[in-house]
């Protein structure tokens, strides 16, 4: 591990060549995760940047990969638990790039555009076949890289071609839906390591008030359904072949079953909330603990659906 003198003397040096594109204001140091994940929980990134054009988004990417300067993509910070150490490195978020373009039946969006905003476009525009979208609470560029899904619908349906940059080389690229390679909770994106710069939804022409009323009964379901007055990443685990996790783990007895702040939610057991006060170690206790029980009493391997990350406590 290197010393503190030497992270701080690289971190100093980025922090001064990304100022070169990007405005100070943009660039925090230190900067709590806690406060840009859903789950409210993360350690401080040594460097988070916000660039606010694609443009700035690329010149970010290319400071760090110059120095060879660790850093990861985010967006809502969905589907995403940052460890309590947090993240030794640079965090770039996506949230300004978030522009939407509608092209007929299709609309173009930005990697940072959030899938409640893409379905409002939707129906602005009577365009019908993204509703299933319309409660999940994440982004296009976490969207397309899971292929997320809900109420049958899935990204892999809608998602006709994805613009792309490739972390090593900085080139770009289009990839169209025959190869963008869909599967359940995987794409192409995530398999080679791309970042989605946009991507395009080719839609079809509907009525209004059908649309209005199909995303209206979805969110009623999520409502009654999910745990959202708690802070989460959503669904912990991916769906066991043959099974289905929230009944795995309610079969099992650990509805409301607590690791300190973490606890297993009695409204929908395929979630795990922060109660207000959870660590990332407590989450993961947890998590460990899920997959333990249900494996003894079932036989069944749980996987995490999301993505767990960072830094252990740093000790120097």
Same mark, same amino acid.
């Given at each position: ?5 030497? =992270? ?7 922090? $001064? ?5 990007? !405005? ?9 995760? $806690? ?10 990134? !040594?460097?988070?940047? /916000?660039?606010? $054009? ?8 290319? /400071? ?15 589907? #995403?638990? =940052? ?25 173009? *969006? ?10 409002? *476009?939707?129906? +602005? ?8 979208? @319309? ?22 349906? &809608? @998602?006709?071609? %994805? ?5 090593? +080389?900085?080139?770009? @690229? ?14 192409? /994106? ?9 991507? %395009? ?8 008030? !059908? =649309? ?32 289905? *996790? ?5 079969? *099992?007895?650990?509805?409301?079953? @607590?690791?300190?702040?973490?606890? /297993? ?16 170690? !407590?989450?993961?206790? #947890? ?12 036989? &069944?391997?749980?996987?995490?659906? =999301? ?10």
């Amino acid at each position: 591990m290197m010393s503190v003198e030497n =992270i701080t003397d690289i971190t100093d040096m980025i922090y $001064s060549d990304l100022q070169c594109c990007i !405005d100070e204001e943009n660039i925090m140091r230190d900067e709590p995760m $806690s406060k840009h994940t859903s789950f409210k929980i993360g350690g401080p990134a !040594d460097i988070y940047i /916000v660039p606010q $054009s694609k443009e700035e988004f690329i010149d970010a990417m290319k /400071v760090l990969t110059v120095h060879n300067y660790p850093y990861m993509i985010v967006g809502n910070g969905t589907d #995403l638990l =940052i460890k309590d150490g947090g993240i030794e490195g640079a965090v770039i978020n996506t949230a300004e790039l978030n522009n939407i373009q509608v092209c007929g039946d299709a609309l173009i *969006a930005g990697a940072g555009t959030t899938l409640e905003s893409l379905c409002n *476009a939707a129906l +602005s525009s009577s365009l019908t076949g993204i509703e299933f979208a @319309c409660g999940i609470p994440g982004t296009i560029g976490g969207a397309v890289y899971m292929n997320a899904g809900a109420y049958g619908g899935e990204i892999k349906d &809608v @998602c006709e071609w %994805c613009n792309v940059i490739d972390m090593k +080389s900085l080139k770009q @690229c289009k990839i169209y839906r025959d190869d963008m390679n869909f599967g359940y909770r995987t794409s192409t /994106v995530q398999q080679k390591g791309y970042i989605t710069l946009e991507a %395009c939804f080719k839609l079809k022409k509907g009525e209004s008030n !059908d =649309i209005k009323s199909r995303m209206d009964e979805f969110n009623r379901k999520r409502r009654e359904k999910q745990p959202l007055e708690f802070p989460s990443a959503g669904s912990v685990f991916k769906r066991p072949e043959g099974y289905y *996790a929230g009944k795995l783990i309610e079969d *099992a007895g650990l509805k409301g079953m @607590c690791v300190g702040g973490a606890q /297993v939610s009695e409204k929908h057991t395929g979630f795990i909330i922060n109660r207000g006060n959870a660590s990332a170690d !407590d989450v993961i206790k #947890l998590i460990r603990l899920i997959q333990r029980t249900i494996k003894e009493k079932f036989g &069944v391997d749980m996987h995490p659906e =999301i993505k767990i990350i960072g830094e252990e406590m740093r000790v120097y």
